[in-house]
């Protein structure tokens, strides 16, 4: 079988749970959306079955495989939902919905009330992306109470730049959020990771810890005690001993200035590690710090062996983990780890449950 593996630890993904809501305060969703950023959404809903507040994901289709799967907790879907019949399946589901448009301000006017949803109004405070105009508030509480779906409201917001401690906009996006809001009932929410992490002035009710869950901390420079969730690992295949000036890989990318060892590795960017990382990138080889040389291809990339001679076939390659952050790979391909997290696939996934550990 062919070695590539994510191993999932889904006691750091409660532990990291825990020291989300307890920074916060309050009670947190747990978000889950596009599969749990690759690590498998069911499995990890199930892991924090027990001690979440509920659940965050993106679309209804997300939402609705939890329920089927036995998730009973509150989901909130993130986006709410694109077409008028899809509100009562949510109701149906006893799923919370996002409200963000006037396009789902209108369909809440169309369809005829079934059971009633807890409805999260979503204002925009600065992402400008998605949400109502503070000065809307009113106006659309009015409306969605008018429509006779809503049960519970809560109000939300989403912080642009919350990984940057010293960008004044995310204090500008609180303020505005609390004066549109000021007087009007329902619960709040405004805080992601960063925000929890970074920003004690937007703790309210409710917390959206996201990519902090999976233990890659979105502000990489201080310690907050994150455990890494998923170790992508392999193995060496083969190995193969090269002189000096020898090109390794599609384009001939690396060429070694030294004798090389070089050991091919069962990964490639068909399984999510990125092809954009550059040569230099750390991998981990039965521990110990070595690095990428050559081009990522499909299904293998190569790694340097020289320094680490009792490695060879069947060494142990993490490519991200407790050895390697996934931020360090990110960083390197010029992206982000959310991005490399939730691209993982074809590998197989193992799911480690150690309870005692946390
Ligand atoms: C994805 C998402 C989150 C979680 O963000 P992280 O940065 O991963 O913590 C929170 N709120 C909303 C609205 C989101 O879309």
């Not at 990318?253 to 090389?260: N, Q």
Request: aromatic residues 6%.
């Amino acid at each position: 079988m062919r070695p590539a593996v994510a191993r999932i630890d889904l006691a750091a993904l409660r532990h990291n749970y825990h020291l989300a809501r307890e920074r916060h305060g309050g009670r947190a969703f747990a978000v889950i959306k596009a599969n749990a950023y690759g690590h498998g959404a069911v499995r990890c809903a199930e892991a924090l079955g027990d001690v979440v507040d509920g659940f965050a994901v993106a679309i209804m289709e997300e939402a609705l495989s939890l329920r089927e799967a036995g998730v009973r907790k509150p989901i909130l879907v993130l986006e709410g939902v694109f077409e008028a019949h899809e509100l009562e399946e949510a109701a149906r589901r006893d799923l919370w919905l996002v409200v963000h448009s006037d396009a789902q301000l209108d369909m809440l006017a169309r369809v005829p009330p079934s059971a009633s949803l807890t409805l999260w109004l979503k204002l925009n405070s600065g992402m400008n992306r998605a949400g109502f105009e503070p000065d809307r508030a009113g106006e659309v509480l009015a409306q969605v109470r008018e429509s006779g779906h809503c049960a519970e409201i809560g109000w939300m917001t989403h912080l642009a730049r919350a990984d940057e401690p010293d960008c004044p906009s995310t204090a500008d996006q609180i303020a505005l959020f609390d004066r549109a809001t000021r007087g009007l009932p329902g619960m709040r929410s405004i805080a992601n990771s960063a925000g929890i992490l970074g920003w004690s002035a937007a703790r309210r009710d409710w917390a959206r810890p996201g990519i902090m869950l999976y233990g890659a901390d979105p502000m990489p420079g201080e310690a907050h005690g994150l455990r890494p969730v998923m170790q992508l690992r392999s193995r060496v295949m083969s190995v193969r001993e090269l002189p000096p000036g020898t090109p390794v890989g599609y384009g001939a990318r690396f060429v070694t200035a030294r004798p090389t060892r070089v050991g091919l590795v069962a990964m490639g960017y068909a399984d999510g590690y990125p092809r954009s990382a550059p040569d230099g990138t750390p991998v981990a080889v039965d521990g110990s710090l070595t690095q990428l040389i050559g081009r990522v291809s499909m299904d293998m990339l190569t790694v340097d062996l020289t320094e680490l001679p009792n490695s060879g076939v069947g060494s142990e390659v993490e490519l991200w983990g407790g050895h390697v952050s996934v931020n360090r790979v990110a960083e390197g391909a010029g992206t982000i780890s959310y991005e490399l997290l939730c691209n993982v696939k074809r590998v197989r996934f193992e799911y480690h449950d150690d309870a005692s550990s946390f």
